[in-house]
């Protein structure tokens, strides 16, 4: 979008504008609804879709009279530059197209926001609110950035914050004077002439200002941003055009004089205006100096250095210097003594500085006092007690599990490990009460154990409460406390709990990079798990990202092949698979089987879930046969290693019933679903994406077996999970809307139809 479409997105006025060349109301399938914006060379409305879906979206069309050469390569390198970005944070293209009149078009979600700054200061954001949301506004322009399009004219007005689930989501917008790095934008060609500045002066780089046509590149977008930290952080430009007239502006700033003062400086000179901008951010003057001073002070600077060679890099450095700050951590922006490394050290770890002062408190004074190894000798033999103590519960209670196999307490049953770890499970929180630590530990194992098994609701009270008496027993650093966060973050993505899971992977990720010396084998670990669920939650971009590091970091240890590496293969294969990238993901599976069965045999229940994803691949590449047979020996070994019941095992039904389906095998097809819906209800949440699935293809089956009404049940089943675990404008949300009101209308029930399809349809322009 044009540099000067300054509302696009937003609020609207009630009508079209006079003299809209679209007297009827409609572009293609899109009814218009209202005027959103104008721009430079653009119009943008609010229309309704009306199929295949409805929904409201915003559509961009080139204005009348309008239509040159050059306009029109600028329309299509936004719409290129759009279509070629999937980001959480920026805003989605949907459709193009052209008009009856020759006119080209584009439709994009609808973002109902404010611009970031004004967000920011409606809700009062404190300053490391707002740290946090601008690092998703980087991350989504190094997303631009990796796809190959600088975005060269970011500023507030193309940063619009929206609020989805009661959180902040920015959304980047206005691509319209982009520019590829490595692709071509569109077939015209599209030319800066030599001396015409490009995008919005107060926030553009040095470079873009220069008469001599300095070629820009991705640093120019990072000047931008920094320019918009700065105002986010002291409601002030760093230098404002308006101060001394735009034109010695533009002249002063390719010529690189009048280094802005820092964001604290600028503070300090507001006078009154100092108190409205502190009182935005919840804190007096004082507080946000100080909050301002030293890294944020460095990092700003470093984003606007006149020199990009002296900037970061890439957006994601950007990013990832604002998260050292919040977290405590040294930042790239600032020179490295001992003394700055020492603060950061004591404030990230204030509670362990403490603890060592107090410890070399006690030393001396110990040390001072007479006696001290009769003391420490007293000391010892408590300890070895307590010790002794803990050594005698723990077998009494193992002891005490075992007794299930007496015959006089089995009275002529046969045992199972199985009772034995339900036993287990009912006793350890009464009787080892007196060794946390111990009882901590066991009920980790316990709960691992139940969640290999499948047993969800067994596994989560013993995790759970492993977790919390670990976070209170032991160091934030310490490893079981780690290992008791990743097997709770295990089950609740087998759950479908993906934000609580996503919350303990990442909490689990800062600590290990935290540490002075970081464990790449630990971290490694942490991004495959985190990676994997990522996938699960369909976000495939940032899966990939964190997965290929996992792989790069592993490969450079050189490391032997193990389960581990295996593991992470695979977790890469299905972020490819996700995406359609089938030729990518099916030697990444076949590297991880072969890995699998020459490390842990071929009876083992890895193997058997790589094949499964192998057969995946076949499927969607059309080789059903392939497919199935993959399917086949998946199940052959998934039940012999996981028992009939497990949720992997009801996976292998639902694929097997999608083959048999596809076949005209229609019975078979629904036992096989009919099996899986009940291994899933037995095990999993009721919301589960899998319940989801089968209830979906079982619709489809009874649908095509002449039972149209029973299908009804299934249809309405599968929608209500996916709406509420994956939002009204999931694609999958969308396969079942199509089939089901398909549906409906074959049973003359087009007001059920409606009804349906307006459900997950944007009704106003709040929607996204």
């Not at 408590?382 to 103590?389: D, F, I, L, M, T």
């Not at 964190?546 to 790069?552: G, S, W």
Request: charged letters at 25%.
């Amino acid at each position: 979008m044009s540099s000067s479409d300054e509302r696009e997105l937003r609020g609207a006025p009630d009508s079209l504008e006079s003299g809209a060349p679209e007297q009827a109301g409609r572009i293609g399938p899109y009814r218009i609804l209202q005027v959103l914006g104008h721009g430079g060379m653009g119009l943008v409305y609010v229309a309704e879709q009306t199929e295949p879906v409805r929904r409201r979206v915003a559509l961009k069309i080139i204005k009348a009279g309008m239509d040159t050469r050059e306009v029109v390569a600028r329309f299509g390198a936004e719409r290129q530059a759009l279509a070629v970005m999937e980001h959480p944070n920026i805003a989605k293209v949907l459709d193009a197209g052209t008009t009856d009149a020759g006119r080209p078009y584009f439709v994009m979600e609808l973002v109902n926001g404010l611009p970031i700054t004004e967000y920011c200061d409606a809700h009062k954001l404190g300053t490391r609110e707002r740290l946090a949301l601008f690092v998703h506004v980087c991350e989504a322009v190094q997303h631009a950035h990796h796809k190959g399009v600088i975005h060269r004219d970011l500023k507030p007005s193309n940063v619009l914050v929206m609020e989805r689930d009661g959180l902040a989501v920015p959304k980047v917008i206005d691509f319209g004077i982009a520019k590829a790095l490595s692709q071509p934008l569109t077939e015209h060609t599209l030319v800066t002439q030599v001396g015409q500045a490009i995008g919005t002066a107060a926030y553009m780089s040095p470079e873009q200002a220069s008469p001599a046509g300095l070629d820009v590149d991705t640093r120019t977008d990072i000047y931008s941003l920094g320019v918009m930290l700065y105002e986010l952080l002291v409601g002030r430009l760093p230098i404002d055009p308006g101060d001394m007239g735009l034109a010695l502006f533009m002249v002063r700033l390719a010529s690189r004089e009048g280094n802005p003062t820092t964001p604290s400086a600028k503070l300090s000179g507001l006078g009154l205006a100092a108190h409205t901008v502190s009182a935005q951010r919840r804190t007096d003057v004082r507080g946000l100096r100080n909050e301002l001073k030293g890294d944020i002070d460095w990092i700003v600077m470093k984003a606007l250095d006149a020199d990009r060679a002296h900037r970061y890099e890439t957006a994601n450095g950007f990013a990832m210097d604002i998260k050292r700050c919040l977290n405590n951590e040294p930042v790239v922006a600032r020179p490295h003594t001992a003394r700055y490394r020492m603060t950061k050290f004591a404030r990230r770890n204030r509670s362990a500085v403490l603890a060592a002062v107090l410890v070399v408190a006690s030393l001396m004074v110990g040390l001072a006092v007479a006696g001290v190894q009769l003391v420490r000798a007293r000391r010892a033999e408590a300890v070895a007690k307590r010790e002794a103590q803990s050594a005698r519960e723990v077998a009494g209670f193992v002891t005490g599990l075992f007794k299930v196999s007496d015959p006089s307490e089995a009275r002529g049953n046969s045992v199972t490990a199985r009772e034995i770890l339900d036993r287990g499970a009912q006793r350890i929180g009464a009787e080892l009460a007196s060794e946390p630590q111990v009882q901590a530990r066991l009920m980790l194992t316990m709960g691992t154990v139940y969640r290999s098994l499948g047993l969800y609701a067994q596994a989560q009270p013993l995790l759970e409460d492993a977790l919390a008496n670990h976070r209170r027993l032991l160091a934030a650093d310490d490893p079981k406390l780690l290992e008791s966060e990743l097997e709770l973050a295990r089950l609740a993505q087998q759950q479908g709990r993906f934000a609580v899971a996503e919350s303990l992977f990442r909490s689990s990720l800062a600590v290990s990079e935290r540490r002075a010396a970081p464990d790449r084998a630990e971290t490694v670990m942490i991004l495959t798990g985190l990676g994997g669920m990522l996938v699960t939650r369909g976000r495939y971009t940032d899966a990939e990202s964190l997965l290929t590091r996992a792989v790069q970091m592993r490969t450079a240890s050189e490391t032997p092949d193990d389960v581990d590496f295996a593991r992470l293969l695979r977790n890469l294969g299905s972020a490819y698979l996700a995406q359609g990238r089938y030729a990518d993901a099916e030697p990444v599976f076949e590297r991880a089987l072969a890995m699998f069965t020459r490390v842990v045999g071929a009876d083992h229940p890895d193997v058997g879930r790589t094949l499964s994803n192998l057969g995946i691949v076949h499927y969607e590449l059309g080789r059903f046969g392939d497919a199935e047979g993959y399917y086949r020996r998946a199940e052959e070994n998934l039940v012999k290693t996981l028992g009939p019941d497990h949720r992997n095992v009801a996976s292998i039904n639902i694929n097997l019933g999608e083959i048999a389906w596809r076949g005209g095998r229609t019975g078979e097809a629904q036992a096989r679903l009919e099996k899986a819906l009940g291994i899933l209800r037995k095990g999993v949440d009721a919301n589960d994406p899998s319940i989801a699935t089968a209830e979906y293809d079982l619709g489809n089956v009874v649908r095509d077996s002449g039972r149209p009404g029973e299908a009804v049940a299934h249809y309405q089943r599968a929608l209500d999970i996916r709406v509420a675990g994956l939002g009204a404008q999931s694609p999958k949300v969308a396969e079942v809307v199509k089939d089901y009101a398909a549906l409906l209308r074959q049973l003359k029930r087009p007001v059920d139809a409606a009804r349906i399809e307006a459900q997950v349809s944007p009704t106003s322009p709040t929607a996204k």
